[in-house]
Nanobody, 116 residues
């Protein structure tokens, strides 16, 4: 059974930082491209950062230069370091494979709230 458990969200002031973690199970983590996605209220879920099995990374323009995605294959864990946070970054953040494994594989996510 594929499972993703996100953690590390919270309330932070504009300009602050957070580090998100995602524990993955049920997949061969090291062989999969992974991604961090987010869904803001009233908006569709979007991919904000991706990392391949070879550790190549890509970012949405809105987070480029502020967010860093990384992975620890020994721990089956994905990370997202978020710096210089803005109110527009407020959303529920999810991890999944890139592209997503299945429509039913999404975890509960972790809420990030950035106050102005």
């Amino acid at each position: 059974q594929v499972q993703f458990v996100e953690s590390g969200g919270g309330l932070v002031q504009s300009g602050g930082s957070l580090r998100l973690s995602c524990a993955a199970s049920g997949i061969i983590f090291r062989l999969n491209a992974m991604g961090w996605y987010r869904q803001a209220p009233g908006k569709q879920r979007e991919l904000v950062a991706g990392i391949t099995s070879g550790r190549s990374t890509n970012y949405a323009d809105s987070v480029k230069g502020r967010f860093t995605i990384s992975r620890d294959n020994a721990k089956n864990t994905l990370y997202l370091q978020m710096n210089s946070l803005k109110p527009d970054d407020t959303a529920v953040y999810y991890c999944n494979t890139d592209p997503p494994f299945t429509s039913s594989s999404w975890g509960k996510g972790t809420l990030v709230t950035v106050s102005s």
